[in-house]
């Protein structure tokens, strides 16, 4: 399954080490000809870096070792702005960015450790300050404010960092669970068909199933004992799905009584077995309602290579496979001796 979490870092990264490199360009530039030459080449240095590390994570695709160099890089960049004053003793003011670019670029738990590590190397500045190992262009007012400022922001970034977290995961579950049995949704199981379609199609997978199943006699139990119950069944059967395959298996319920599951790297006759196994149990779980549930499976490449074409192939064969049982009942109850209904 796509990881967005990673995408939006790798997007965010792109961005940040875009902007950061036109920034040290720019400033590197000014500070050159106007300012302090040797914190010039130092920033046109920092830019060139920062685009050479870019540039080998678009070949190399090593999100956790570019990101982490990159923020090395910005480490370095703040330290040197804060000990030499940058432009006209207003290098400090940057350290405001650094919570705002360590969030966007890597996890929470990360993110934390990263800020810790500033912490400790601005703490360190500002006592080498007070032993006398360095002079900072700053009066002890406005160096006092500005790490105030800066811890006051690294706060409320993290405050906001971690409700914005937990706020974007709860819309990612409601977008793809199923409210009720907590399985995938319709929309979820469908596009993660397409897109282990589209790796079967490219050599990565060798082939996927999918397997349609249907409850038989639930309407009895809506019916009869109302939708409560029902709920609290096909919450049952959501369970008992789960525990009957594979980690790496998508189990949704796709509508009412309908579920499907879908194999990557599958047997099919496993699965089918797999299968027979979970209908003794549901029979069994629910004997007092009389249900049972009836399957068709489907194989790409062998069945067909359009998601929807598959799923419509796996629910004629549950169809064909709820009828074959349905005339096996009716034969036995012919062959039956008489008198043997009113046993």
Not at 50 to 58: A, D, G, H, K, R
Not at 171 to 192: C, H, I, K, Q
Not at 256 to 269: K, P, Q, S, Y
Request: charged letters at 25%.
């Amino acid at each position: 399954m796509i990881n967005d979490e990673e995408i939006r870092l790798k997007k965010a990264f792109v961005i940040v080490s875009l902007s950061s490199f036109l920034l040290l360009i720019s400033f590197g530039c000014y500070n050159y000809v106007f300012n302090l030459k040797e914190l010039g080449i130092f920033e046109l240095a920092s830019g060139l870096a920062v685009l050479l590390n870019l540039i080998s994570f678009l070949y190399s695709r090593k999100y956790s070792l570019h990101s982490s160099i990159f923020l090395f890089i910005i480490c370095l960049v703040l330290s040197i702005l804060v000990i030499t004053g940058g432009i006209h003793g207003t290098g400090i003011f940057w350290i405001y960015l650094y919570p705002v670019v360590v969030l966007l670029l890597k996890e929470f738990n990360s993110a934390i450790l990263w800020n810790i590590y500033f912490v400790v190397l601005l703490l360190s500045i500002t006592v080498a300050d007070l032993l006398d190992f360095i002079e900072l262009p700053y009066d002890e007012v406005t160096l006092r404010q500005a790490i105030f400022v800066y811890f006051s922001l690294l706060i409320l970034s993290y405050l906001q960092s971690k409700f914005c977290t937990e706020l974007i995961n709860d819309m990612r579950v409601l977008a793809v669970r199923d409210p009720l049995t907590g399985l995938y949704n319709r929309a979820f199981a469908f596009s993660y068909l397409s897109q282990e379609i589209e790796k079967l199609k490219r050599g990565e997978v060798k082939n996927v199933c999918v397997a349609y199943i249907d409850l038989d006699n639930f309407k009895y139990v809506n019916d009869t004992f109302g939708h409560l119950v029902g709920d609290s069944v096909l919450n049952d059967v959501g369970e008992l799905l789960s525990r009957y395959f594979r980690k790496e298996d998508v189990v949704a319920r796709i509508g009412g009584d309908e579920f499907i599951v879908i194999f990557t790297n599958c047997d099919r006759e496993k699965i089918a077995q797999r299968l027979e196994l979970l209908k003794e149990a549901i029979e069994k779980k629910f004997q007092r309602f009389g249900i049972s549930m009836s399957f068709g499976i489907a194989e790409a490449p062998k069945d067909s290579l359009l998601p929807d074409f598959l799923i419509k192939i796996a629910d004629e064969r549950m169809y064909e496979y709820k009828k074959a049982r349905k005339k096996e009942r009716v034969r036995s109850v012919d062959k039956a001796p008489e008198g043997a209904s009113d046993l």
